[in-house]
């Protein structure tokens, strides 16, 4: 039942850790209801929507939220009204694990550090007080010491291809070891990363001036990857929960991209 599904979704990305203002959970569905296949996807969005449809999927979990700001209305005069119509009558249910998988562990930042090459032991880069086990972003070390551009190249090999592909501020040949990465924006981080002594933060929606202020205090290097792209591995990660649980489900990781950029000149 999608009650079970939930259940162990839960246990791994507990809602009370999502931040005040997100909006995590059940979107729609009904917990009574069977799930056979459930369809992991970073954004619900129509094209997502009609994977789901094609697939036969009972289920999408979605990383980030449908609303997030309170409506009145869900009529299908929307983008957002007419997702929810297409799920409603094609029985599919909607959950969301946003910043509560954020800070999960593991959860967003530990997929992203796999995937760009960290190994050994990582930990949280803001952790929590009441647990430092978990919290926002991850620092892990590089299998050797190498130049940050041989460090760009395997991010850019680790993730997911888009038209922002990644942007690098610092010197392409200063050796780095010590990587900190959060999935997501990761703006709000900056002095956390200079304050942990890494060699290079690995994040995403970086803005000028902020990123120029730090590359001139002589902060870590920078690299700014895709939203999208940095979220994306997690969903491997999180559809194995449900593989390793006691819930009986086909998973599926959906390869549709759905980052708001389509094309890069």
Aim: include cysteine.
């Amino acid at each position: 039942m999608l009650a079970d599904v939930i259940e162990e979704l839960e246990a791994a990305y507990p809602p009370a850790r999502a931040e005040s203002w997100d909006a995590v959970g059940l979107v729609c569905g009904d917990p009574a209801q069977e799930v056979r296949r459930v369809l992991f996807a970073v954004d619900p969005v129509a094209a997502v929507a009609e994977e789901a449809v094609e697939w036969g999927a009972d289920l999408i979990v979605t990383h980030h939220p449908l609303y997030l700001r309170g409506t009145t209305s869900v009529a299908a005069t929307t983008p957002k009204g007419r997702l929810l119509h297409k799920l409603i009558k094609n029985d599919i249910a909607l959950y969301t694990a946003h910043t509560n998988a954020d800070v999960a562990n593991p959860g967003v930042s530990d997929a992203l550090a796999r995937a760009v090459g960290l190994t050994g032991e990582l930990v949280p880069l803001r952790p929590f007080t009441d647990d430092p086990l978990r919290g926002l972003g991850r620092i892990g070390d590089l299998p050797s010491e190498m130049t940050l551009g041989e460090f760009a190249e395997r991010a850019v090999a680790g993730l997911p291809q888009t038209a922002h592909g990644i942007r690098v501020a610092g010197d392409l040949s200063r050796r780095v070891a010590r990587v900190a990465v959060s999935g997501g924006a990761g703006d709000s981080l900056l002095g956390t990363a200079r304050a942990a002594g890494v060699d290079v933060f690995l994040t995403a929606d970086l803005r000028h001036h902020p990123a120029s202020e730090f590359v001139e205090q002589d902060g870590p290097a920078l690299i700014d990857a895709a939203h999208w792209a940095t979220e994306w591995p997690w969903l491997d990660s999180a559809a194995s929960i449900l593989g390793s649980s006691g819930v009986t489900v086909e998973t599926r990781v959906s390869a549709t991209v759905t980052d708001a950029w389509t094309r890069g000149y």
